[in-house]
């Protein structure tokens, strides 16, 4: 483990991200916000759930005290959740950035996201924690725009890596 492949990861995370968000982006309200049992839930849900994991894991790290998780009706429309969503980009970036190579063993206590237990995790497996998160999350994201008729993209790391 090393810091820069924290980096890379993150990097390619975030264009990941940013690919899917383009998809996103070409569904009408209706599609957009379209209840199903998949899941989270609508493509909204599943982007809001993303974002509030993120942040959850984000406080976490930098060993903050946790806020409440991210609901739906937080974001009045998607130009919200991309503005919060662009926002914590930019503090996760600023952390990796930060990173150390001795510091990705460092254990980080915490609790859990009901509150009621102590947990402790080094912190390259928090790190690889928001990534694989993210990775199954936008999985599922575009298997339902693909469902709803909407455009869908690769995101695969070799992909990222040809770029």
């Known amino acids: 483990m090393n810091a820069e492949y924290f980096r890379t990861m993150f990097d390619y995370h975030y264009w990941a991200h940013h690919k899917v968000w383009t998809c ?5 309200n209706e599609q957009y916000h379209r209840p199903h049992n998949y899941s989270v839930g609508s493509v909204h849900e599943q982007i809001v759930h993303t974002y509030g994991a993120e942040r959850l894991w984000l406080h976490r790290v930098l060993q903050q005290p946790p806020m409440p ?3 739906p009706d937080d974001f009045a429309d ?5 503005a919060a969503m662009d926002a914590q980009e930019k503090q996760w970036r600023e952390v990796v950035a930060g ?3 001795a ?3 460092q254990v980080i206590e915490y609790t859990s996201i009901h509150g009621n237990m102590r947990r402790e995790s ?9 990534l694989n998160h993210g990775t ?3 999985a599922q994201t575009l298997a339902l ?3 709803l008729g909407g455009p869908t993209v690769e995101q695969d790391l070799i992909i990222y890596s040809w770029e």
């Not at 998607?78 to 991309?82: G, S, T, V």
């Not at 080094?122 to 928001?130: D, G, N, R």
């Open 99 to 101: 990173l150390e190579d």
């Open 145 to 147: 725009i693909h469902e």
């Open 69 to 71: 998780f991210a609901a």
């Open 103 to 105: 510091r990705l063993s």
């Open 24 to 28: 996103v982006m070409q569904l009408d």
């Open 122 to 130: 080094p912190l390259w497996m928090m790190l690889a924690q928001v």
């Open 78 to 82: 998607r130009a919200a959740l991309r």
């Open 136 to 138: 199954d999350h936008r």
